[in-house]
């Protein structure tokens, strides 16, 4: 039984998301987002990183295996391939 954070949130908790924050409002990341935003992006795309995920498909079937624990890694609830395919085909590449 886990008693503590997970390693990815231990790993996120070095990112400093305030700055993250000030990239994403300069270039307006988050305009006419509601809920899966700049933040959820990053931590999806990071998470593939470390589990060795080839493609989106299978960054999502990894993210689906652990749909428990997303609140926990900081993902959130709305983790779907058409969201993070949008996602990534729209956003700028300058905020990452």
């Not at 990239?23 to 700049?38: A, E, S, W």
Request: with cysteine.
């Amino acid at each position: 039984m886990n008693n503590g954070k997970y390693v990815f949130a231990q790993l996120i908790s070095f990112l400093p998301q305030r700055v993250f924050d000030k990239f994403v409002t300069k270039y307006l990341g988050n305009k006419y987002v509601r809920h899966f935003t700049c933040w959820n992006q990053l931590l999806c795309m990071i998470f593939g990183q470390p589990t060795n995920r080839d493609s989106l498909r299978d960054l999502i079937v990894i993210i689906a295996a652990h749909q428990n624990k997303t609140y926990h890694l900081g993902f959130g609830k709305s983790v779907t391939r058409s969201n993070l395919a949008k996602a990534n085909e729209k956003r700028k590449y300058k905020i990452f």
